[in-house]
Every structure is written in C-alpha cells, then in structure tokens.
C-alpha cells in the first residue's frame, strides 16, 4: 500500500469529502491565497497547505479565503452549519481560539442541546498544535483539553497519517460539531503509513490499542502517542511488554478500552503535551482511580509539561514538553 | 518624487535616516541569524521602517508604541537596545524577554515598549487600556498602537475605536497597511478598500498617508500626537507601505504578487527618498551619509557578537515570571 504524509492525508479526505457532497465547504485565512486575484489561484492552500489545490478543483465559492477575522468566519461557519451546509473551518493556530471562543463554546457546543435538539451544528473546525517550532507562547500550545470540559463538542487528535484521513472524514460527516487537532511535529514526519486511497472513517470516540503489552500501559494523545511508540521500543529492547493506546478521541473519550488495558497491566502512565492543571490527563487519571483503583499497582502517573506558558529560547523549549526520555525514565520508576 | 517642504529640523531628519538604515541593516542581519538555524522564521520589517521612525520621531521618551508579530521595527524606533533584541531573538537570557518571548513578543518598559503580539489585531484592546491608564492618571503620555491590514478586519480595533472616541483616549491607531495578510491582498479583504475611512463611523479623524514617506508621516502623526496629547482623543491613520520579504522567512511572495508590484514599491523606497531629500536639499552631504551608514552598521554588529556570546537562559528560567507571586 501507499505511504503519505500527514498533510496529504487530510487534504485527500477534504478533497473527496468536498467531491461527493457539495455542501461541504473551506473557510479559513489563505486557505487558498491569493483572495481574489485569478493568476494567482492556490498562492498558499492553508497556512499548513492542508488544503492546498482545493481551490483549484472547486473554485473560490467552496474554499475561501477569510479576512483574519475569526469570530466572523467561525461564528460563520456556526451558522453556515445550522443552515444545512457542512463547513470546514480551519482556525491556523489553537491559540487563536481566543479571538472566537464565544462561537466556538457559546453557539457551536450548545445550539443543539437549547434548542431542544432540533438543529444540527455539522462544523468541523481544524486546527494546528504543538510546540517545537520555537514560536513561544502565542503559536506553540497544545490546546485540547480545554474544549473537552464544553458538553456539545467532539473532540479528536490524530496520531498518524491513516487516522488523520480517516478522522477527519468522519468528523466531516459527524453531525455534531468536531474539533480536530492536528499536532505540526507530525505534520513534518517522513511517511511511514499506509493510507487507502479509497475514502473510510474511523469512529470517533473509539481508542485504538498501537500494541498490546502487560507490564504497562502508556496512552499518548497524537503527537505523544508517537512518542510512546518510539519509548516503547526501547523499554521492549530491555525485556518489558508495553501496550500503547492512541486514545485519538478525548470527546467522547474510550473509557472501556483504558480501563481494560490498565486492569491487565497494573500500570499507567499518560503522556498529554496540553497544560498539567484540568487536563485531560487529570480526568483519565481520576477515571482509572475511580474505576481500576484495587488493580493498580501503583499511582496513575500523568506527563504533562509544567504549569507554565511555552517559553521561547530553544533550551527551555527542549526542557518543557514531554519526550521519548521522559517517558522512558517514568517508565523504569515504574517497573524496576 | 518630489517630498513637500517641511520644517522638519536638521537633526530629525538625519536622526530619522540613522534610525530608518539601522532597522534595515538589523533586519538584514536578523534574516541571516535566521538562515544559519538560530531561530526558526521571523516576520522581516524590510520595507516598513518608515512608518514607525516618522512616529517615534515625535513621542516622548515615556510615551507608550504597543506593536505586532512584526514589530522589529517598532522597537528600534522607539529606542529598544539593538543588543538586547538581538539577544531576544537567539533566545538568549541577555533578551529584552530573557528569552522567554522571542521575535514576536520584544517588550521594553523602560523604553516605553509595551510588547509586541502574536495574535493578530490583539494588542489594539490592550493599547486602548494603556491609553486609559494615561488619561486617569493624567500623565500626558499618548499611546501609539500599529497593526496590519490584516488586523483592521478584526472586531477588536472595532471595538477600541469606539471605546476611545467616547473615552476621547489619547491613543493613535496606526494601521501598516502593507497590502498583504499573509497572502490574502487588501483589495479582497478590505470591504470599501479604505481602512482609514472606517474611523468616520466612530467620529474620530481617519488619514492615509503614504507610508514610504517618512516626512509625510511626520506630518500626519504630528497632527495625531498633538490632538491626542491635547485631550481630543483618537486618530486612525493608514499608512500606505510594503512589506519586501514574504510574511515569514520561507513564504515565496511571489506566489501571491507580482515582480511588477514589487519593484514599484522598491523604486520608492523609505530610505533613497530620505536620502535623496537629504542630499537634493542640502541638508547633508554624501560623505556624513556614509558616517551614518558605517555607524549604524557597527551598532548592529556589536548587537549580533553581544548575541551570540550571551549564554541561554538556565534550566530554572523555565518555571520563573509565570505569576508574580503563587503561593
């Protein structure tokens, strides 16, 4: 089968999601470039070039370049959505949530719910993450945790190329509005992947177990669950058996499948790059204890950065987030 | 292009044309340290140090400039230490930040600085509370605030122009509009394609200004400071200018304008017209010209050894400066 890149993978799913339902619409800053100047069509395709070509094969009335202006174009997206399109919103960086979060928690979440279930709110917004591009505080959160706490919102992380595609052909699809977090660290990946060609979801709300192991859990959370990956291979190397779990949706979130594995294994450690305080690494830690508590042998373990913003200066940059070393010494205190 | 006669003094013009050629030379040397790896991509004022040199020109040393995601230029006009800057950027704890905030975020109190912002049209709101502050406390300090095109489609300097007018703030809403976000050109994006006539729905002066005219922004900000150290509130002004490089150090602009259109601009460019009144009128000769190049040129290579020679913040830095106190 055929190896892709993160990017081409969701480009490929909006390509055909865009090809066989002609509500399905792209509004974001430069997701074609260009504005309205016709020689010079697709100038950018996305900040991330996540829709680069689109425009060219369904014009400027299906993806369109916004002014920066994210409460308009969201809130727009809002309303598009309740009116029977299916809009894809992309907004560039998750910190900028701050400048529309009145459409994202105060409309999108809750118009389904206040009006007694009787209109649907198919948005999907994406939208980029991750630190490591020593863009400091503003550019580089991992934001997810935080629309997780909204009733109304799916929440999904892919991991890799293949579930990228398939996640965000099914949040396009979904009926409820969907955030889908792409992390830009895997954005930059060789690809490794294999991805059909054809078009397929994968559910949301559906953890995947990457490899089975039973001496300790990890569960990683897109860019993390690579990380648990590569960690993993080296504590295997050293005679451990690992079992990772790509937990990809944090709303609805997997709960049977984490407290299945942590029940086998006794151990857990989760590996979560958005902030320490009211994390989802928090809520999973405090589902297992409530629900696994006589089975584990010792505490849940959560890593997190700390409870500071993204500092700038590589060195301090290198030191904040979690990685492979991290999570292969929490590992060691746990098994040896 | 002939510049009108002014009666600007000797020695703000040529305090104009240092300053213009050493966030030039500053940014040119900032690329480099971006290309040989040392930070990843900075947005490049080359092209705009006009508009913030003919402003600053004319503030007070304690007044307050609050910038953007491209503010190198906002700094050096307003007398941030080149050294210090530098250091920010290669995350060094020399920085004007300590390394903490980088390229996008400079911040100098001290030299009335109040940090430039990566979100765009963030900082207007922000500039308005500072506006405030000076008004209440009746300091006589006026608060100047750039943005970008890009940002006067945002709700927030919507919002802060309403709230200054009826406030009559002393604050200077200075758009750079240097016809791009990112890649999106003006004309699409800008309904009625004047930024500065959106301050008549707000009942404060609205001017465009050509942007590459440092002399014809003296102007213009004069009228603008003095209104608004007068008490009579707020002014937006557009400034007409370009950006040269692309929005961040990998973007081809190309892919979004023309050659055309850039030799346009670069055939008015801020820093030859200064130097062509400079010299047409009399006011200097070549031979101090060249002083002045070979003495900026040495301020920013001292700024780029301090850089480099700085060590990077401590391990500890990371946890320091998150509150005031947190106990």
Known sequence: MRKISYIQAINESLRHEMKSNENVIIMGEDVAGGGSRDDKLDAWGGPMRLTKGLVKEFGRDRVKDTPISEAGFVGAGVGAAAAGLRPVVDLMYVSFYGVCADQITNNAAKIHYMFGGKVKVPLTIMTAMGVGGNKAAQHSETLYSIFTHFPGLKCIVPSNPYNAKGLMTAAIRDDDPVIIFNNRQLMGLKPTYDVPEDPYTLKIGKANIEKPGTDLTLIGIGYTTYLCLEAAKILESKGFSIEVIDLISLSPMDEETIIKSVKKTKKVIIVDEDYPRCSIAADISALISEQAFDYLDAPPKRINPPHTPVPYSKPLESLYAPNKETIIKNAKNLLE | ?327
């Open chain 2, 1 to 327: 292009m002939k510049e009108h006669s002014t009666e600007i003094s000797k020695t703000t013009l040529l305090w104009m044309y240092e300053k213009m050629l050493t966030i030039r030379l500053f940014e040119t040397q900032a690329n480099r340290e971006a290309d040989a790896g040392k930070l990843l991509g900075m947005h490049s004022s080359i092209g705009q140090e006009a508009v913030p040199t003919g402003i600053c020109s004319l503030l007070e040393s304690n007044d307050y400039v609050l910038g953007t995601h491209r503010s190198h230029h906002h700094c050096i006009a307003k007398g941030v230490e080149l050294k210090n800057m530098m250091a920010e950027l290669l995350g060094k704890a020399t920085g004007t930040n300590k390394g903490k905030g980088g390229t996008m975020h400079i911040a100098d109190i001290n030299k009335g600085m109040l940090g430039a912002n990566g979100v765009v049209g963030s900082n207007i709101p922000v500039a308005t509370g500072v506006a405030l502050s000076a008004k209440i406390k009746n300091t006589n300090q006026v608060t100047v605030v750039f943005f970008g095109d890009g940002a006067s489609s945002q709700g927030s300097l919507h919002e802060s122009m309403n709230l200054a007018s009826i406030w009559d703030l002393p604050i200077i809403f200075v758009c750079e509009n240097n016809l791009y976000a990112e890649s999106t050109p003006y004309e699409y994006a800008v309904a009625g394609k004047s930024i500065a006539d959106r301050a008549s729905g707000y009942k404060i002066p609205g001017i465009t200004v050509d942007g590459q005219s440092v002399i014809d922004i003296y102007k213009s900000s004069k009228i603008a400071i003095e209104r608004a150290r007068s008490g009579k509130g707020p002014t937006l002004i557009e400034a007409k200018t370009y950006r040269y490089k692309g929005h961040f150090g990998a973007d081809n602009p190309l892919s979004y304008r023309t050659e055309t259109e850039e030799n346009y601009y670069k055939e008015r460019d801020c820093i030859e017209r200064l130097k062509k009144y400079l010299l047409s009128n009399e006011i200097t000769n070549q031979e101090n010209l060249d002083k002045i190049y070979e003495k900026s040129l040495e301020s920013v290579n001292e700024a780029t050894d301090f850089a480099n020679e700085s060590p990077f913040p401590a391990p500890e830095e990371l946890f320091s400066d998150v509150y005031v106190s947190y106990k």
